[in-house]
């Protein structure tokens, strides 16, 4: 299996600080990983440097078939060669139905000169309807996004990144204020999305992460600690000794 995303000897200082300290791994270009590690180990620097937002010290980060390299790329190139980023607070327009914000996600996966005029088609119609459908949302599109529940603003925000077609999906904590029902259909759908691209997942919850079953990437003072399978990690004395044992 190729890499699609691949990390290699990342540094980066705040202050005289290494939050990244010489960091390398790699990301299949279909897999769910889970990212976890103690507060401050790196990991929303990481998916910092990865969107662009953050500009390492030292090291290289590459994407895609032919290793493009995204330090040469601004938040806006990165997020248009394919990759997303669903942060924790669920962002989507309240007052809009859902519908309407997945039909404005379509509309703003266009070039600007495209934007003006665009009117939603048969074929974009369509596209709602399956990215509702994908996210466990046809029954709520004409509801105000405002009126759905927190695990619902969650899984209407990623229809709203589906609508790019990311082939990278970055997701921050996503169990984060969710109920058992909600965590699990979150489950559900992150590991469906992982069947066709790569999906990133960093969370503290365990139980959401054993779940996952998936393969886990510790990070600890800016640098892999471990990485396998949840047991795997979990028995690692150094994985113990820093975030388990605490
Ligand atoms: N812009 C910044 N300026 C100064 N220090 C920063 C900045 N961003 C991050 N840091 C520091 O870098 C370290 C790593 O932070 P980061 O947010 O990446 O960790 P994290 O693993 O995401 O933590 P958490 O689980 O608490 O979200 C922390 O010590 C943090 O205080």
Redesign the pocket.
């Known amino acids: 299996m190729s890499a699609l995303l691949e990390v290699s000897g990342i540094s980066?200082s705040?202050?005289g600080?290494?939050?990244?300290n010489n960091l390398s791994f790699s990301i299949n270009a279909v897999e769910l990983r889970a990212v976890i590690?103690?507060?401050?180990?790196?990991?929303?620097?990481?998916?910092?440097i990865v969107t662009g937002k953050?500009t390492p010290d030292d090291g290289e980060v590459r994407f895609g078939e032919n290793g493009r390299s995204l330090l040469k790329m601004n938040e806006a190139q990165i997020a248009r060669a394919g990759i997303g980023r669903k942060f924790q607070r669920p962002t989507v327009f309240e007052d809009q139905t859902v519908a309407d914000n997945l039909t404005m996600a379509l509309k703003a996966d266009r070039n600007p000169f495209a934007v003006l005029g665009w009117r939603p088609s048969r074929k974009s119609q369509a596209r709602v309807l399956a990215l509702a459908d994908e996210v466990g949302l046809s029954a709520q599109l004409t509801r105000r996004a405002g009126e759905l529940s927190h695990g619902q603003k969650q899984w209407l925000e990623i229809g709203m990144l589906l609508a790019s077609a990311p082939r990278l999906l970055l997701v921050?904590?996503p169990a984060a204020g969710m109920t058992l029902a909600e965590r699990e259909q979150t489950t559900t759908l992150l590991c469906k999305l992982a069947e066709t691209r790569a999906v990133v997942v960093?969370e503290?919850d365990m139980d959401f992460v054993r779940r996952l079953n998936c393969k886990v990437t510790v990070?600890h003072q800016?640098s892999v600690l471990a990485e396998g399978s949840l047991d795997h990690v979990t028995r690692n004395p150094n994985v113990i000794d820093v975030y388990l044992g605490r």
């Open positions: 980066k705040f202050d600080f290494k939050a990244i590690g103690p507060n401050g180990a790196g990991k929303t620097t990481f998916m910092d953050t921050d904590e960093v503290h990070l800016g």
